[in-house]
């Protein structure tokens, strides 16, 4: 999900009944990158590009914000076959500009358009030097969006997928799937089968000789890091100023990084109880024993009895496992997510969870063909969701066969269930998604390795509860001596908009190329309760 927590979330509709139904509004039929060495055909028209900046149409977006659009090959192999628009936004520089930064918050699937438009202040010490730059990947926001069609679910009524897995019934399960398959690959149009983080990689590429810049100089969050890594590995010698905070691990498979996500979602849990058993006004009273198991209590009821909410279908105990795990990214987020389980548990009502959650605008109408930009208003509801495992299985080559599904179900959901019993069930959903479907790129983890490019600043953050701090640590040995170390000491999801010393840090090094020394470390922050600010 996006690495910077949201000051002003988006609403989502609510993701309907049970967990795997909640889990197939994502899926998209991935295919294996077509361009990933050897001879490459006749790309200069898209290298010849300028960027055009014009003023923001969309009044969502700030005023003092420009947008524009690069042009980009639907297929590298064949590019005279069709084209794609991705969507720009940027922040001029105010003083002396040496460039652009170009910006990535995560996901897969976050809109860097939109993202930056709502938290462009954070970044504003980075115009000092260059104009800051959000996009929208291929597939994403209002870059040829994704979508798995109406219906919050995304599954065929026919399925069988409002409940749970059934682990006794893996073959019902794998032909729901295959059904959302189908679904998802005629509402999504052309560029589902050219999604994927080689794909996205390349088009960075492009967006930077369109910028003017002859390096790409780059700040990445989460998902946002493995694309910073791939870049490097595809164009090691265009690498200017990178800095990757929050890193994805590259060799992990979709499953193990499942278990780790639900394990460090469970410890992020655990320390807001033990901070939230501190207040009185603690929704779940001052024992934290008791407290642990009124959280998995409360999932468990609206998973059997989900209640209505205010933003139209029912609430169910996995829409509140995605708040928890939006409004345990950051500690600053913490007074507002008790608030919100306070109106939740005492009143019922959902709207401060559900503003958690992070989502779309409007509904897709059927099968839409790639090419040019789409409104705001145009993005389908599920195109965070439905990019983002699109993407993850375009990355992920793991494919086990239908007998190995039916072996592996049972023993993930145990396993799953004993990384977190609140969120393991969530995660182990996601991961079914890539079961049965074409197998994506083996690019990643073969050939991102030993990088020759110029110096990237990696940053992990010892209580992260999305991308652990050992995933830092194995991907700069892998990346080899290009890789410099940062450790923050803090919690929370990336250290970047949390640790004053590691926005210092990255602005020293993106601005000045001031690299601290390899395996330095930040201190953590103060104690996230004394922010009160709530979103407006």
Known sequence: MPAVPRTRPALRRCAGAGAVALALLGAGLPATATAEGGDQPDLTRFYRQKVGWTACKDVALPKDMQCAKVTVPLDYARPAEGTL??????????GTSRGSVLLNFGGPGGSGVSQ???????????????????????????????????????????????????????????KALKQLTLRCTRNSGPVLSHIGTVNASRDLDVIRQALGDKKLNYLGFSYGTRLGAVYAAQFPHNVGRMALDG????????????VAGARGQQTALDDFLDWCVADRGCPFGQDRRKAGEAVLKLVRSLDEDPVPSDFGGPFTGQDLVDALG????????????ERALASLTEDGDTRGVQNLASG????PHGHRPAGGLVDSADIPVDNLSAA???????????????????????????????????????????????????RGTDFIRDEVKDVPSAPMLLVGTRGDPATPYSWTVETAKRLGPSAVVLDNRGDGHT???????????????????????????????????????SPG
């Open 388 to 438: 983002l495992m699109a993407i993850n299985c375009a990355d992920d080559p793991d494919r086990p066969s239908a007998l190995r599904l039916t072996q592996d179900v049972a023993r993930l959901q145990k396993e799953y269930q004993q990384a977190s019993p609140v969120f393991g069930r969530y995660r182990l959903t996601q991961v079914l998604l890539c079961y049965g479907r074409p």
């Open 495 to 533: 250290g970047y908009t949390s640790s004053t010393c590691v926005h210092g840090k990255v602005d020293d090094f993106l601005l000045y190329g001031t690299l601290p020394p390899d395996g330095s470390s930040c201190p953590a922050d103060g104690d996230g309760r004394a922010v009160t600010d």
């Open 116 to 174: 930056l438009g709502q938290d462009g202040k954070k970044f504003m010490g980075l115009t000092n030097g260059y104009d800051v730059v959000g996009f929208d990947p291929r597939g994403v926001g209002r870059s040829s969006p994704v979508s798995c069609g109406e219906g919050t679910g995304g599954a065929p009524d026919d399925a069988g997928v409002d409940e749970p897995p059934d682990v006794a019934r893996p073959q019902a399960l794998m």
């Open 326 to 337: 939006q409004g345990l990214y950051g500690r600053e987020l913490w007074p507002l997510m």
């Open 247 to 258: 890193v994805d691990t590259l060799t992990e498979s979709l499953a193990e990084q499942g």
């Open 85 to 94: 628009d991705l969507a720009l936004s940027r922040y001029r520089a105010t």
């Open 360 to 363: 779309g605008y409007a509904l």
